[in-house]
């Protein structure tokens, strides 16, 4: 297989990971406003272990810690974003 298809079967891959990453965030944008709705804190320690304790027995040793890397962005992403809707959410409310 030449470089270029390589490339082009990793273009591929990106936009499938592309399209996840936005269903993943639309999915953390509802509980964000759960949360903000219940009071409950940002971070879920508890889930996130069990995200990372899924990941481990899924993923092939070779490669493993690259994917808790990724995982460890994504989450950290996830809840960048959290913090933001719910700053806008209560911030919102306080001016009601
Ligand atoms: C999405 C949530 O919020 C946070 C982000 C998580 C994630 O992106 O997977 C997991 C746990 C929480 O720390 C959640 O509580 O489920």
Redesign the pocket.
């Known amino acids: 297989m030449s470089l270029e298809t390589k490339r082009e079967k990793i273009d591929t891959i990106d936009a499938q990971l592309i399209e996840l990453m936005v269903a993943r965030l639309s999915v953390?944008k509802e509980?964000a406003q759960e949360?903000a709705r219940t009071h409950q804190p940002?971070?879920?320690?508890p889930?996130?272990q069990e995200?990372f304790d899924k990941l481990d027995q899924q993923v092939a040793s070779e490669v493993r810690p690259y994917v808790h890397t990724l995982f460890e962005d994504?989450?950290l992403v996830?809840?960048q974003y959290?913090a933001h809707l719910i700053k806008e959410i209560q911030d919102q409310a306080e001016q009601n």
């Open positions: 953390a509980i949360k940002l971070t879920n320690k889930r996130e995200i994504l989450i996830s809840k959290q």
